[in-house]
């Protein structure tokens, strides 16, 4: 068994390789590095330097395959509202370009990186999937028309999918693999930390009991892992839920993250505090039973481990 993951050498798409091989599952990529970084892709993985919208290279990293996994993507929510375009072009019209490619080639299995960022800032106290969708950005907006595209090829086609709305994806589950994103918690406050800089928290009078925002942060390695059982439930004909929220039910502060970020640095610093930054809600935490049923989701790392991890893997020099 072979299966295709796109965004392969990304933060994310690395775990994914490396979950699947642990499994068992023999692994392409297709990644344009855009974001990606080569030397995450594991030596003796076949790879396949290209963007999704070439419909001849995609056709050619499927030679072989019995399904894919799609994480190639243009993740930063904020950036979209800048570049809606762009966004569209690399998260819907690339979409289009795989399923089109799949289509040609009769592959039927597909499990696709959706987001938390469908919801907007939700007014459920905790997120399920019967919450309804209300994205904010051009990011969020085009993880949805993702979902929308699989539902309507499968109906059409052949098609087997899910869609898996991550929350916050942080840690690492391999010391040479890390999270670049310059827009993400966890990698600022290791890069702050690294430069001897302090970290700042933006906004500390949210309805939130120490007043900083609250969000449900999920171990990147737990998350591979829900991506394996996925992909074993589709290829084995099981029916799969059209979407899963892997959250772990647990929200954790800005300012908790901050007090592990101590903890696990032996770093004793005091995080700066500013205005909270347009647009962000004070509370997203998701429920993620459903993907517990099925995929035997578990998220099992503690705040502290988390950010050990992600610690420990961070390029300090
Ligand atoms: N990191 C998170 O917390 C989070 C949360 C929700 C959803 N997601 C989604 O998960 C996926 C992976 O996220 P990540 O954190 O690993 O991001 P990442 O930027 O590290 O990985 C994305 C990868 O896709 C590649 N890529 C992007 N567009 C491409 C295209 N059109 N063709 C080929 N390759 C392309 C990039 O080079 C990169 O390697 C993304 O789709 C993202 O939207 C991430």
Same mark, same amino acid.
């Given at each position: ?91 819907? =019209? ?36 019967? =919450? ?29 999918? =899910? ?23 966890f990698?600022?406050v290791c890069d702050l930390l690294t430069q001897g800089k302090v970290p700042?928290?933006?906004? =500390? ?52 993250i901050m007090d592990a970020a101590r903890r696990v640095t032996g770093i004793d610093f005091?995080p ?32 502290d481990?988390?950010f050990a991890t992600a610690w420990e893997?961070w390029?300090k020099?």
């Amino acid at each position: 068994m072979t299966w295709l993951v796109t965004g392969g050498a990304g933060y994310i798409g690395a775990h994914v390789v490396r979950a699947f091989r642990n499994d068992g599952i023999d692994v392409v990529v297709i990644d344009d590095l855009s974001s990606g970084k080569a030397e995450f892709v594991p030596d003796g993985v076949p790879f396949v330097r290209a963007n999704l919208l070439d419909g001849a290279a995609v056709r050619e990293a499927l030679e072989g395959v019995d399904g894919v996994v799609h994480l190639a993507g243009f993740k930063y929510a904020g950036v979209s509202v800048q570049r809606p375009l762009h966004t569209y072009t690399q998260n819907v =019209t690339a979409m289009v370009s795989l399923l089109e490619a799949m289509a040609d080639k009769e592959i039927r299995n597909l499990v696709f990186s959706s987001s938390a960022g469908v919801y907007g800032t939700p007014k459920d106290e905790v997120v399920t999937e019967d =919450t309804a969708p209300d994205p904010q950005s051009p990011y969020g907006e085009s993880k949805l028309i993702g979902e929308w595209l699989l539902r309507d090829q499968a109906a059409a086609t052949e098609l087997h999918h =899910t869609s898996l709305r991550y929350f916050n994806v942080v840690g690492s589950g391999d010391p040479t693999v890390y999270d670049a994103s310059p827009y993400n918690l966890f990698p600022i406050v290791c890069d702050l930390l690294t430069q001897g800089k302090v970290p700042q928290i933006y906004g =500390t009078d949210h309805p939130t009991p120490d007043g900083t925002s609250v969000k449900d942060y999920v171990h990147v390695a737990d998350l591979a892992r829900a991506h394996v059982a996925a992909a074993r439930a589709l290829e084995s004909g099981k029916t799969l839920e059209p979407v899963y929220n892997l959250g772990s039910g647990t929200g954790t502060s800005v300012r908790e993250i901050m007090d592990a970020a101590r903890r696990v640095t032996g770093i004793d610093f005091t995080p700066t505090e500013g205005p909270r930054r347009p647009g962000d809600p004070s509370r997203v935490v998701a429920n993620g039973d459903l993907a517990t049923r099925d995929l035997g989701w578990q998220n099992t790392f503690s705040v502290d481990e988390m950010f050990a991890t992600a610690w420990e893997a961070w390029p300090k020099n």
